[in-house]
């Protein structure tokens, strides 16, 4: 039964600042340029904290907590007094145009270690290793958790919980044009109802696998200082896995580090019948869902499409990541990862990679199926949209 409790907020005053000025994306798809615009927003916008700026330094971090407590101190943060669950939804256009809506719930996840006995918080993927301390320091400094990791219950019903509002505290459009909503949940029978919805079946981590693994390092060194309860914790957005409250978007392989001569497009024969895809654009997106294809894209920005030969990925898992890692399996290479056509088209413009696979986004039903055979997916086979505001809320892990 995983532990998922209400806790008293940190969250910015709005009468103080204005809130779409100190909000940011997550740490990790900013860029320098794109934390640097961010900051001169607002002196108190979130990556001051969330992102100490390196030319502090071994510093930075220090700072960065002394300027949480700071904004605390002067009234620009405000904690709430009596524990609650956070309703977090995000309403944006679809890819249809009309309006949708997403919700859940911020709550504290118990941090648990992966081989204990009947964990019921469990890895949705398998991970890359992250060798820098960056967020681990940032939690020694601040003693919080400044951004939500984002977990997916398998539990029926909690989306039923989440969809009324409570008490409105911020309304936020980011510049993609979603809003964002938070709401207090204070109310005794909806806490109890969310809690034992929680309560009732195992919560994947969808998107913040290191950030957990930095929640556990952190709970380990406080337990060692003799320090018991918030580290125990984290925070956490949870909701329901189901089709109507997730956006799946693929993550696309920028492939390198070939032998020479290697004819990529040979290599992949093997396994999947091509076709010409010309120019590739977003619309090759939709193109490949209709085919039942992946797509290989040259360095000049044509594409081939691949549909998986018939019996050529027996055993392999039904997911377009795995096909094309059976496929390259006997072929020296380095993969690269990257969100969005555009994005793709500008590495291989640049000469970052030899060529590139477009892959189909995992759906729902497969998340669930591989959660059911207590499976993991490839590295980076999910990319989950539209992203969490960071500065919405925080929690005191002191």
Excluded at 27 to 32: E, I, Q
Excluded at 197 to 207: E, G, T
Excluded at 352 to 380: D, N, S
């Amino acid at each position: 039964m995983p532990r998922f409790e209400p806790f008293p907020g940190i969250r910015y005053d709005p009468a103080r600042v204005e809130l779409a000025a100190v909000v940011a994306p997550p740490y990790d798809v900013l860029s320098s340029d794109d934390r640097a615009a961010l900051a001169g927003r607002d002196p108190h916008n979130v990556v001051v904290v969330d992102v100490p700026d390196e030319a502090g330094g071994a510093g930075r971090y220090d700072a960065a907590g002394a300027t949480f407590r700071e904004w605390l101190a002067e009234g620009i943060l405000i904690a709430d007094r009596d524990p609650a669950y956070y309703r977090y939804a995000m309403t944006f256009p679809d890819e249809t145009g009309a309006t949708r809506t997403i919700a859940g719930v911020l709550g504290a996840l118990a941090v648990t270690d992966p081989d204990a006995p009947g964990n019921d918080v469990l890895p949705h993927e398998q991970t890359t290793p992250k060798a820098s301390t960056d967020r681990l320091d940032l939690t020694r400094a601040t003693r919080a958790n400044l951004s939500p990791i984002w977990g997916l219950s398998l539990a029926a019903g909690l989306a039923e919980r989440t969809r009324q509002p409570g008490q409105r505290l911020a309304t936020v459009t980011d510049d993609d044009g979603v809003v964002h909503q938070l709401d207090r949940i204070d109310d005794p029978a909806r806490v109890e109802a969310i809690h034992a919805a929680v309560a009732s079946a195992p919560v994947l981590i969808a998107d913040g696998h290191h950030r957990y693994g930095v929640a556990r390092q952190y709970r380990d060194e406080r337990r060692a200082q003799g320090a018991v309860g918030r580290a125990d914790l984290t925070l956490a957005f949870v909701q329901e896995l189901a089709a109507d409250q997730l956006v799946v978007q693929a993550i696309h392989r920028l492939v390198s580090g070939l032998p020479a001569g290697t004819d990529l497009a040979a290599v992949l024969a093997a396994s999947f019948e091509q076709a010409d895809a010309g120019p590739v654009t977003p619309a090759t997106l939709a193109a490949m869902e209709e085919r039942g294809a992946l797509c290989l894209v040259a360095p000049d920005g044509t594409g081939r499409y691949l549909v998986p030969r018939e019996g050529a990925f027996g055993g392999v898992r039904d997911l377009d990541s795995a096909r094309l890692d059976h496929a390259l399996a006997g072929v020296e290479h380095q993969l690269a990862f990257q969100h969005g056509v555009h994005q793709v088209l500008g590495e291989l413009a640049a000469g970052r990679a030899a060529a590139a696979v477009l892959l189909r986004p995992v759906t729902v039903a497969q998340i669930r199926a591989t959660a059911g055979e207590g499976a993991l997916m490839p590295p980076k086979s999910t990319f989950f949209w539209p992203k969490l505001r960071t500065g919405l809320l925080f929690r005191d892990v002191s």
